[in-house]
T-cell receptor
Framework: DAGVIQSPRHEVTEMGQEVTLRCKPISGHNSLFWYRQTMMRGLELLIYFNNNVPIDDSGMPEDRFSAKMPNASFSTLKIQPSEPRDSAVYFC????????????FGQGTRLTVV | QQQVKQSPQSLIVQKGGIPIINCAYENTAFDYFPWYQQFPGKGPALLIAIRPDVSEKKEGRFTISFNKSAKQFSLHIMDSQPGDSATYFCAASTGKLIFGQGTTLQVKP
């Protein structure tokens, strides 16, 4: 398996624009996590899904952020409208199930909002 | 109650030294405690993990010590090498996987 695949790797956008980050989890994994990483706040959990259903979205910072998982092999994180303070590295991770096993991370998307 | 507190924020040791990174948690429902290692430009990768029914786990040069009553756990790196220079994260899980703030480790040659 190619691992967790995120796209794009880098995104530069202007304030106010819509940004969509994409994630393909490892095949057969049923749990998917979105994290945001900054120097100040570390790795923050934004939302996690199990069997394509959002289980906990308490980490989503504002209504400008939304996430979907339309099927087992694809998830998106959308920011609309984007703001400079959204600049960060966004990681997607997947694991086999909701039980406590290894979570595998993608390479991340570095988002810069100017 | 969902937080995991990690210290120190940064650590510098000489080659061969034994860096120790500490974490504390509040939620007694956590039942899985992994450590992740992250190199610049990469995603975090699992290093070693422990469950609360054991007090210590070793894998190679990496050891987790776990104190359930104190709700604390730590990572020890024996005979540290310059290649161990990275950021280390502790985490705790009930299904939801929560990370500490991270520790940047530098091992000097």
């Amino acid at each position: 398996d190619a691992g967790v695949i995120q796209s794009p790797r880098h995104e530069v956008t202007e304030m106010g624009q819509e940004v969509t980050l994409r994630c393909k989890p490892i095949s057969g994994h049923n749990s998917l996590f979105w994290y945001r990483q900054t120097m100040m706040r570390g790795l923050e959990l934004l939302i996690y899904f199990n069997n394509n259903v959002p289980i906990d979205d308490s980490g989503m910072p504002e209504d400008r952020f939304s996430a979907k998982m339309p099927n087992a092999s694809f998830s998106t994180l959308k920011i609309q409208p984007s703001e400079p303070r959204d600049s960060a590295v966004y990681f997607c991770a997947s694991r086999e199930d909701i039980l406590n096993t290894e979570a595998f991370f993608g390479q991340g998307t570095r988002l810069t909002v100017v | 109650q969902q937080q995991v507190k990690q210290s120190p924020q940064s650590l510098i040791v000489q080659k061969g030294g034994i860096p120790i990174i500490n974490c504390a948690y509040e939620n007694t429902a956590f039942d899985y405690f992994p450590w992740y290692q992250q190199f610049p430009g990469k995603g975090p990768a699992l290093l070693i993990a422990i469950r609360p029914d054991v007090s210590e786990k070793k894998e190679g040069r990496f050891t987790i010590s776990f104190n359930k009553s104190a709700k604390q756990f730590s990572l020890h790196i024996m005979d540290s090498q310059p290649g161990d220079s990275a950021t280390y994260f502790c985490a705790a899980s009930t299904g939801k996987l929560i990370f500490g703030q991270g520790t940047t480790l530098q091992v000097k040659p």
